[in-house]
T-cell receptor
Framework: AQSVTQPDIHITVSEGASLELRCNYSYGATPYLFWYVQSPGQGLQLLLKYFSGDTLVQGIKGFEAEFKRSQSSFNLRKPSVHWSDAAEYFCAVGAGGYQKVTFGIGTKLQVIP | DAGITQSPRHKVTETGTPVTLRCHQTENHRYMYWYRQDPGHGLRLIHYSYGVKDTDKGEVSDGYSVSRSKTEDFLLTLESATSSQTSVYFC??????????????FGPGTRLTVL
């Protein structure tokens, strides 16, 4: 069965600092990987996804993520965080097709001035 | 944004009463999903649908049923609500093709409180 681990439940960064959110997955074949962001009281918005090709994926809002098969990781990065990035971030893994996607428990990002 | 609406957006009900949540999409996507979101658990799949009248169970389906009589509507029913079903419920949709993965797009959520 597939699974996702987001080891950091809360992260606090200063505005303008760089950000890296960790995600490790477990899946037997090549995974489909996603990062979603959820602002308070809102639904989930897709930031980026990986399913093949270049292992460095660019997303919306200046985010990127790198797929590292050897480490079973798909970490999310942003070079300079803005106050509006404060939200909860979810990593997810899927098998492709319409099979279910498994979500991590989320990382809540706080941005301080 | 994907055209997904959920109704109601907020509901307070009492233990033992039936509750139906509605998800409506305007994207004509084939696949629809119901998740619940709880602190410390992320999102967990309740049920999903892969076509009209075709549904299957997810990992936390006990106490829930679903129906899909039209492509655009996916209903989630709690036959007899319990306090453990207090949660935020999200609907999602996806379409799959041979050149793309099944990216799921989410609705705004329904906050359900069972007293």
């Amino acid at each position: 069965a597939q699974s996702v681990t987001q080891p950091d439940i809360h992260i606090t960064v200063s505005e303008g600092a760089s950000l890296e959110l960790r995600c490790n997955y477990s899946y037997g074949a090549t995974p489909y990987l996603f990062w979603y962001v959820q602002s308070p009281g809102q639904g989930l918005q897709l930031l980026l996804k990986y399913f093949s090709g270049d292992t460095l994926v660019q997303g919306i809002k200046g985010f990127e993520a790198e797929f590292k098969r050897s480490q079973s990781s798909f970490n999310l990065r942003k070079p300079s965080v803005h106050w509006s990035d404060a939200a909860e971030y979810f990593c997810a893994v899927g098998a492709g097709g319409y099979q279910k996607v498994t979500f991590g428990i989320g990382t809540k990002l706080q941005v301080i001035p | 944004d994907a055209g997904i609406t959920q109704s109601p957006r907020h509901k307070v009900t009492e233990t033992g009463t039936p509750v139906t949540l509605r998800c409506h999409q305007t994207e004509n996507h084939r696949y629809m999903y119901w998740y619940r979101q709880d602190p410390g658990h992320g999102l967990r799949l309740i049920h999903y649908s892969y076509g009209v009248k075709d549904t299957d169970k997810g990992e936390v389906s006990d106490g829930y049923s679903v129906s899909r009589s039209k492509t655009e509507d996916f209903l989630l029913t709690l036959e007899s609500a319990t306090s453990s079903q207090t949660s935020v419920y999200f609907c999602a949709i996806s379409e799959w093709s041979s050149v793309s993965t099944d990216t799921q797009y989410f609705g705004p959520g329904t906050r359900l409180t069972v007293l």
